[in-house]
């Protein structure tokens, strides 16, 4: 929660704020994500409006988390810009009938940040992070690392509609011994 209050309820009044806050649980995706309780650093431009209080700002963060392919962690930084309007109190139900739930809004005079930067960090994470932009990932048969083994190889497999011939072929040599 972030206060206003020295913002006032004036337009045209504005405040910088730079701030270091614990990141919230949960923050990222199910592969990469921000580590709860680390620090967010928050640059904001809180802008008094005739409606309420627009919030302009970025946020930078460390990610963790691990390579969709192979599987190897993850350790990055993501940075963030984001825009949002806090609504006062007051304008509260006239601008929930003209947009509906997705009016963020002001409690008295705090406004809270983490549905905002929770929104902000979770669009801008890739979708299948990657450890490098070429990672080949894992051998399907196997599970070795093929960063580690590049040249890494098994044998043709035995097409199994032909299985009972090879069977056939190793009784054949096998009764000549």
């Known amino acids: ?13 504005q405040r910088q704020v730079t701030l270091a806050a614990p990141a919230p649980a949960e923050l990222g995706i199910d592969v990469l994500h921000v580590p709860e309780g680390s620090p967010v650093d928050l640059d904001l431009r809180l802008e008094a409006v005739m409606e309420g209080v627009l919030v ?13 392919r192979c599987l190897e962690p993850i350790d990055d930084d993501v940075d963030v810009t984001f825009q949002e309007l806090f609504v006062y109190d007051q304008d509260a139900d006239v601008a929930e009938g ?9 409690e008295g005079d705090l406004l809270d940040l983490e549905p905002l930067l929770r929104d902000a960090v979770v669009l801008a994470l890739p979708f299948q992070p990657l450890c490098v932009d070429d990672c080949p990932g894992l051998c399907a048969e196997c599970g070795v690392r093929l960063a580690d083994d590049p040249g890494h190889a098994h044998e043709a497999p035995i097409d199994p509609r032909w299985a009972g011939l090879a069977a056939l072929q190793h009784d054949a040599e096998h009764d000549g011994d």
Do not use: K, Q
């Open 98 to 106: 003209e947009e509906g739930d997705d009016v963020s809004r002001l």
């Open 56 to 68: 302009t700002g970025s946020a930078h963060a460390g990610l963790a988390g691990e390579c969709a």
């Open 1 to 13: 929660m972030l206060d206003t209050r020295e913002l006032g309820r004036r337009p045209g009044s």
